[in-house]
């Protein structure tokens, strides 16, 4: 129990570096005040191209990684044995999700927690990961929707692990996944539903 605590602690202090917020502010801007006003990798491409946009994905997605990979190390040297070990590397993630999207850095505002879920996933269930991410690209270039592609990537994530016969507190967190992207999801669900979701446009770069 103190480990899988400590684990959700952790994880809830490295998901709440708010990278995107930062990035952003580096290059003069308060993204919680532009484009769709999230906080996450794809609002930072929009706004300021796709070099800070990538930066803010990788370390966003690297501190689901580190969140969810540290607790095994810290499991096998307390003696934990398997079962218990998934439960802390669980928790881990679940500490960085809510971290990212309730930042106490940023008055707990935050961002979707997709790219953060993308690296908490490839640790945990890499194939899974990459069957979700195969379903994000394909959705992404066939309607341009980033929100979309985010929304059927979390809701293939719970069956892509059941096929690959993980076990079943797995297969459950990884719906829980599911019903978390979808709740944060919500302004964007309403624009789909409207026709009024913004299809990803490349930032135009600056002609020499
Ligand atoms: O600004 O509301 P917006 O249009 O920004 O943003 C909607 C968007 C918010 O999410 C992000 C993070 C962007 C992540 C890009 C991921 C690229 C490829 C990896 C896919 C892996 C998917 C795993 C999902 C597990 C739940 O949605």
Partial sequence: VASTVLALA???VLGALPFGY????AHGVNIFEVGSKNPGATNVRRVLGAGPGNVVFALDAFKGAVATIWPVWWALSRGHVSGQIEIVQIAGLIGAMTGH???LFTKFRGGKGVATASGGVLML???AALVVTMIWIITFYAT???SLASLLAAAGLPLAT????RPTSLVVFAALITVFVVL???SNIGRLLRGTE???VKKPQPTS
């Fill in 10 to 12: 952790v994880g809830y």
């Fill in 22 to 25: 930062w990035v952003a502010r």
């Fill in 162 to 165: 059941w096929a690959l016969g």
């Fill in 184 to 186: 944060r999801h919500r």
């Fill in 144 to 146: 341009r929707y980033v």
């Fill in 198 to 200: 913004n299809r990803f």
């Fill in 101 to 103: 999207s309730f930042s």
């Fill in 125 to 127: 269930v890499p194939l």
